[in-house]
């Protein structure tokens, strides 16, 4: 564990030097006078970046491998042990409601609905403006 730790933080440094060392490189690329040399360690540099960054992601990809398969052996686990069955509370049906009451039966299916219109808009507009003309 501590050895996987001291190369990962080796990793780490290496890294952090190659990328101060590549925006070096590649200001001197971009130049005209830039000669073989420069370009060949502007590119060794930049391919050792991705080759750490590739190391990097197969970690990850091993320590993610490890718990997905844990999480499959804890479901297979899981899955062959059953839980005791639990028994049920019975439960008493449930009683029907019958309105009987004449004035609750108004309320819900007649007209004791307070929202229903007592006139018409033109009734409306003739009660609230009376004769009064409009000119457009």
């Known amino acids: ?31 005209e006078h830039s000669d073989e040399e420069v370009r060949r360690e502007f590119y060794l540099v ?10 990097e992601d197969l970690d990850s990809i ?12 804890s479901r297979l686990n899981q899955s062959n042990v059953k839980a005791p069955d639990k028994p049920r509370p019975c439960l008493e049906p449930l009683k029907p409601i019958i309105i009987t009451r004449d004035k609750v039966q108004a309320a819900v299916f007649g007209a004791g609905y307070p929202g229903l219109p007592t006139y018409s808009v033109e009734e409306f507009v003739q009660q609230r403006y009376g004769d009064m003309q409009i000119d457009a």
């Open 1 to 31: 564990m501590t050895r996987r730790r001291e190369q990962k933080i080796q990793r780490f440094r290496e890294q952090k030097a190659n990328e101060v060392r590549l925006a070096e490189l590649s200001k001197l690329v971009e130049s």
């Open 46 to 55: 930049t391919i050792k970046r991705w080759i750490s960054t590739a190391l």
């Open 62 to 73: 091993h320590m993610e491998k490890g718990m997905l398969e844990q999480m499959a052996d």
